[in-house]
């Protein structure tokens, strides 16, 4: 049964999250645009809604962005990256959860965008940032897919990044990324895309202490329209994105 993200969940939401310098400097280039992972070639289906007309402004945007990080593939992330993060000492369930995310994806579409920057993310974060564990890690996984999220939790988990942290973090460059998509597919003005950002930061706290909160058993989706919009990307006469 899915967790929803009830009214007691937002109220009770309100966190106070301490990083050291070097956590925060991790935590900001990992979920920077400029990190290469090629995030901004994926959107998520929204180039769906915006050719059929569901999106046409910015809190339209916010609603699809919304829906995303709070019962679609966003919300998935979220409690997978939380779980990962605790056990990221213990190889053997870690790559269990490593799998599962790997599939938790209902289009081919949507698994890809998760699985190639996934592999991007590993890529550059063992260059960059090497850790014996990312090492180990890679070298266990070989050709095997990884999912974006389970990746960055290990890198976090590895470097000493809050947990809480990680998970904000993680759902506030989802968003970016989706907002960024949006304002060039409406299309949307530069401050139309800051509003979006500014409503939707109000909405990431109480989403990212659900996900924490929510056990593994329990996590599911609700989000039909989205996975829709996915399956209706791969068949749309001109594309921008690929998802």
Same mark, same amino acid.
């Given at each position: 049964?899915?967790?929803?993200?009830?009214?007691? *969940?937002?109220?009770?939401?309100?966190?106070?999250?301490?990083?050291?310098?070097?956590?925060?400097?991790?935590?900001?280039?990992?979920?920077?645009?400029?990190?290469?992972?090629?995030?901004?070639?994926?959107?998520?289906?929204?180039?769906?809604?915006?050719?059929?007309?569901?999106?046409?402004? =910015? #809190?339209? $945007? @916010?609603?699809?962005?919304?829906?995303?990080?709070?019962?679609? /593939?966003? =919300?998935?992330?979220?409690?997978?990256?939380? +779980? *990962?993060?605790?056990?990221?000492?213990?190889?053997?369930?870690?790559?269990?959860?490593?799998?599962?995310?790997?599939?938790?994806? *209902?289009?081919?579409?949507?698994? $890809?965008?998760? %699985? +190639?920057? !996934?592999?991007?993310?590993?890529?550059? @974060? %063992?260059?960059? =940032?090497?850790?014996?564990?990312?090492?180990?890690?890679?070298?266990?996984?070989?050709? =095997?897919?990884?999912?974006?999220?389970?990746?960055?939790?290990?890198?976090?988990? #590895?470097?000493?990044?809050?947990?809480? #942290?990680? @998970?904000? /973090?993680?759902?506030?460059?989802?968003?970016?990324?989706?907002?960024?998509? !949006?304002?060039?597919? @409406?299309?949307?003005? +530069?401050?139309?895309? +800051?509003?979006?950002?500014?409503?939707?930061?109000?909405?990431?706290?109480?989403?990212?202490?659900?996900?924490?909160?929510?056990?593994?058993?329990?996590?599911?989706?609700?989000?039909?329209?989205?996975?829709?919009?996915?399956?209706?990307?791969?068949?749309?006469?001109? %594309?921008?994105?690929?998802?």
């Amino acid at each position: 049964m899915a967790t929803t993200i009830t009214t007691m *969940a937002m109220a009770m939401a309100i966190t106070t999250i301490m990083l050291t310098e070097p956590a925060l400097h991790l935590l900001l280039a990992w979920t920077s645009p400029s990190l290469p992972i090629g995030g901004y070639t994926y959107s998520h289906g929204l180039e769906t809604a915006v050719d059929d007309g569901r999106v046409r402004s =910015w #809190a339209d $945007l @916010v609603g699809y962005v919304d829906a995303v990080i709070s019962r679609g /593939g966003g =919300w998935v992330d979220a409690v997978l990256l939380t +779980q *990962a993060m605790r056990v990221a000492h213990d190889e053997l369930a870690f790559d269990a959860l490593a799998d599962l995310a790997a599939a938790f994806r *209902a289009s081919s579409e949507t698994a $890809l965008e998760s %699985r +190639q920057q !996934g592999a991007a993310f590993l890529a550059v @974060v %063992r260059k960059a =940032w090497p850790h014996p564990a990312l090492e180990a890690y890679a070298v266990r996984r070989g050709d =095997w897919p990884n999912a974006h999220a389970t990746v960055f939790a290990l890198a976090a988990a #590895a470097h000493g990044v809050d947990e809480s #942290a990680a @998970v904000h /973090g993680f759902l506030h460059a989802t968003s970016a990324n989706l907002v960024s998509a !949006g304002v060039r597919l @409406v299309p949307l003005g +530069q401050t139309d895309g +800051q509003l979006a950002m500014a409503e939707l930061a109000r909405r990431i706290g109480p989403i990212a202490a659900a996900a924490r909160a929510c056990p593994l058993d329990d996590l599911g989706t609700a989000s039909p329209a989205l996975e829709l919009c996915s399956f209706h990307h791969e068949t749309l006469y001109t %594309r921008l994105f690929r998802s």
